[in-house]
């Protein structure tokens, strides 16, 4: 079977597994542990969270050193294990973007589409004041955010349709989705930067 089909999702259900490995020296138990966290994220196509892991090692194991561990192995690979969207995901190393995008034409090599500046404005606006609806966004901008554009972030899975607004109406509000946070490679919203770090990089 390829590695292409052998992929899951996390939320597959695994097949029963001996987690525990009470016969194997404490060693060997480790690294089998490590083995299996490993694949397991490798296999999947988004961020495996901590209760997946879970499924594959034992109850003693600690999830946090065998990560440390994998990382620590694959130091001198171009790829590393990142922590992202609340959980852990393959990542292939920033210094290599340049060849990436070389070999597919995007630093990602999926055809993502490259927000504009606009765009990017009122997706950052969105992060730091989720729940807001259109009308607070268009207060925000001094001009009104249109429909195409709310679509445009829409359709890359990076905002989603969040609570309905108390305001007359109850207008729909617009939060970010794990696919913002994976692209941005944010574990959570709290590492957004402070307003003081964007006016630094000449953002506001």
């Known amino acids: 079977m390829s590695q292409t089909s052998a992929r899951r999702k996390p939320n597959d259900q695994p097949a029963l597994l001996d987690t525990e490995l009470e016969h194997l020296p404490p060693e060997l138990r480790w690294r089998e542990w490590m083995g299996r966290v490993e694949a397991v994220i490798f296999a ?3 961020p495996v969270p901590r209760e997946v892991l879970a499924r594959v090692v034992g109850k003693g194991c600690n999830l946090d050193l ?15 294990l990142v ?3 609340g959980g852990w995901q393959h990542r292939t ?26 765009e990017v404005l009122v997706l950052m606006c969105i992060a730091y004041f989720q729940p807001i609806t259109r009308g607070e966004l268009s207060s925000c901008f001094g001009k009104e955010v249109s429909r195409d554009l709310i679509g445009v972030l ?51």
């Open 83 to 85: 922590s992202v969207a």
């Open 44 to 46: 999947a196509n988004e």
């Open 154 to 204: 829409r359709a890359q899975d990076l905002i989603a349709s969040g609570p309905r607004s108390p305001q007359p109406g109850a207008p729909y509000t617009y939060v970010t989705t794990k696919n913002f946070l994976s692209q941005f490679g944010l574990d959570t919203l709290r590492q957004l930067p402070d307003f003081e770090a964007l006016e630094d990089a000449g953002l506001l």
């Open 93 to 118: 190393k920033k210094v290599f973007g340049d060849a990436i995008h070389a070999a597919f034409g995007s630093a990602a090599g999926d055809g993502t589409k490259e927000l504009s500046q606009s």
């Open 66 to 80: 065998v990560i440390d561990d994998i990382r620590a192995e694959l130091a001198g690979r171009p790829y590393e």
